[in-house]
């Protein structure tokens, strides 16, 4: 029995089950869509949440470009160029024997600064948040100040007293060790064994304290979790739960509103914009979503991606039993080349927060995610890890909107792997086309 139903009988209520059990691909479209206006009002987060964490991130720009020069050129800002794919949607429409209307765009969060990926956003907004509510507590910095003075020994110091512990599959726990190694906080990442030996190898290098879990990964955040509680000066970052990492991704959408601008794409009634996300646990689409709802309100449908192996976020929204409900519970492994996605049980916070505000979700299969690694590295030069091309076949996949669409994959890492584990995935890719 899960959840007092046997799996004959969810299967019954929810047909799609059986499939994602036999690992095939799905589209699930949410029926629970509602305006967005009549929905954003009610929730425990709002547009102002967002400016404010938009605002902290400015404050930190100085220091940013500071201690990362490569952040130099775009003055501290850490963000990703939105790019046409324009020979990727010829590829696309290849693969898929399908016609794609409107436009292609990849949104390359795997050229974030930093730490490649995604996680550069949620990650580092709640290490730089943390540095900044401890030194405005000790009187050491106040908003106006300029924030390269937490670049001085003096901060360093302080910030050696205090720890920062999270539990990672790999990305997160870089973003988080790289900043907090910087600001000089004593940082611990719990990662389970089967994590990329090259990310445990990176953070090593940095000074970042890698503990290693035989468990799966849900085990290794438990632990890192509860070490972290019985210590005041230790602060767990918590992937499931925390709004702080949800609102750092949730900027995303201001800076994206802006690019849009900038290239004189439109986004009305009449020209929509379909927005596709990888997800694993939630936090990052989901902040991405919510700030593009905020703004773009229903002229913008978002869906998430998910591999056929861990369809946590699917599970628990087409269900509406969100963390209640993990795929292992209905038989499915939750073993995926992307590793950033894999992920058996979703965050219950994100999937309540967006119930109502996502167009739906489907799942790619290993051999999928491969195969478009190798075409958007062969159509356009972009190196993508697995986890981050879950998005590019969106636009095959999920309903028509027309013509007139605008759609942006967002490719969420890449630019730390090594060339060498870069090259295994790109022919794995090749050798299935
Ligand atoms: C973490 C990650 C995601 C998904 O973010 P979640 O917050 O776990 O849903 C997507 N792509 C990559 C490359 C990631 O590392």
């Known amino acids: 029995m899960i959840e007092g139903k046997t799996i004959e009988q969810w299967k019954e209520e929810f047909p799609l089950i059986g499939q994602m059990t036999e690992y095939e691909e799905v589209l699930w479209t949410n029926d629970k869509a509602t305006e967005a206006e009549n929905v954003l009002d009610k ?99 106040t908003e106006e100040d300029d924030y390269k003075k937490f ?51 990176m953070l090593r290098a940095k000074g970042v304290n890698v503990v290693e879990h035989s468990d799966d990964y849900s085990k290794a955040v438990e632990q890192g979790r509860n070490e972290s509680m019985h210590d005041p000066k230790s602060y767990f970052v918590d992937d499931e739960n925390s709004h702080t990492l949800f609102l750092g991704y949730a900027v995303a959408a201001v800076r994206l509103k802006a690019q849009l601008q900038d290239e004189n794409i439109t986004v009305d009634r009449e020209h929509p914009l379909n927005v596709y996300l990888p997800c694993g646990v939630g936090g990052g689409p989901g902040g991405i979503a919510f700030g593009l709802k905020v703004i773009f309100g229903d002229n913008v449908r978002c869906y998430f991606a998910e591999p056929t192996h861990s369809p946590c976020m699917l599970l628990g929204m087409m269900t509406g039993r969100h963390d209640n409900l993990s795929v292992q519970e209905f038989g499915m492994d939750n073993k995926t080349a992307a590793d950033g996605l894999a992920v058996g049980r979703a965050s219950g916070f994100v999937g309540n927060l967006l119930e109502k505000l996502i167009a739906g979700i489907y799942t790619v299969s290993d051999e999928n995610l491969f195969k478009l690694l190798a075409v958007i590295y062969d159509s356009e030069q972009i190196k993508l890890e697995p986890s981050a091309s879950a998005g590019l076949i969106g636009p095959a996949v999920v309903p028509d909107t027309g013509d007139n669409t605008t759609h942006i994959a967002w490719s969420t890492g890449g630019d730390m792997v090594p060339d060498e584990v870069w090259q295994e995935y790109y022919e794995t890719g090749k050798n299935l086309l």
């Open 43 to 141: 929730l425990q987060l709002s547009e102002s949440d967002v400016l404010e964490a938009e605002a902290r991130l400015k404050r930190f720009a100085p220091y940013i470009a500071y201690v990362f020069t490569e952040t130099t050129d775009n003055a501290g800002i850490i963000e990703s160029p939105l790019t046409e794919t324009s020979e990727m949607k010829s590829a696309l429409e290849t693969l898929y024997k399908e016609p794609v209307s409107g436009d292609l765009y990849v949104k390359e969060d795997n050229r974030l600064a930093i730490s490649g990926s995604i996680k550069a956003r949620g990650g580092i907004y709640e290490v730089l948040k943390r540095a900044e509510d401890l030194a405005a507590e000790a009187g050491m910095i």
């Open 151 to 201: 670049a001085s020994d003096e901060f360093n110091d302080f910030f050696s007293q205090y720890s920062i512990v999270c539990g990672s599959t790999g990305n997160l726990g870089l973003s988080i060790g790289i900043m907090s190694a910087e600001l000089g906080f004593n940082v611990t990442i719990h990662m389970s064994d089967d994590a990329r030996a090259w990310k445990k190898e």
